[in-house]
């Protein structure tokens, strides 16, 4: 079994410095698509661009060759990434990012969030002609460490089922890849549960077993 466990989390490393493989050219090419465009017409706007690239680039720098991070480390790479996409869609998203000072330490694998929150803009706000709001925030209910990111964007849709979902649709392929990884790491308690959001959008939700030991506070 140990041998097992093993391989298994050898085979999710591998799959998150794929993951990682994916995301950062993607992101890199759009943003400095944007720079160039920006650079000419709002230069100001341009700098702070290039400011939070530097910034989601540095909290990212490690993220691929850890098995493991922090809350605080996490909540720092979604924001500097939320504040890339803002500056892009301008006053078509809103977002607000909400970490307890006592969870910023709180170990989590790294790249599991950021994949929802991707979804999230490309599938619900990017679409919507008015864009809408995303928030993400982490919070402890009954010994579980919860994390929500909550978009009002265009929604799962009416007939929408997880566990009758198109397994060659981007969204839903990526949402299978990060349940394999809360398996592998986190045994079969960790979860992942999408559900609709009111009036519009949806809520993701990371659910993962803590101990006492495992929440450490910054005392």
Known sequence: KARTAAIEKQAMQAQLQLLQAQIEPHMLFNTLANLQGLIAIDTERAQHMLEQLIRYLRATLNSARTQKTTLKHEFE????????????MGK??????????????????PMLLQPLVENA???GLEPKV????????????????VIRITDTG????????????????????GNANIRERLLALYGPDAKLTLRHNQPTGVIAEVSLPVTNQSLTTTH
Do not use: C, F, W
Not at 77 to 88: N, P
Not at 130 to 145: K, P, R, T, W, Y
Not at 157 to 171: I, R, T
């Open 77 to 88: 790479l979604l924001t500097a990434y939320l504040e890339l996409l803002a500056i892009r």
């Open 92 to 109: 078509r998203m809103r977002y607000t990012v909400q970490l307890a000072p006592e969870l910023e330490k709180h170990e989590i694998a």
């Open 121 to 123: 803009i490309k599938h």
């Open 130 to 145: 008015d864009g809408g709001s995303i928030s993400v925030e982490a919070q402890v209910e009954a010994n579980m460490l």
């Open 154 to 173: 265009l929604g799962l849709g009416s007939d929408y089922n997880e566990q009758q979902v198109n397994e060659n649709h981007q969204s839903h392929v």
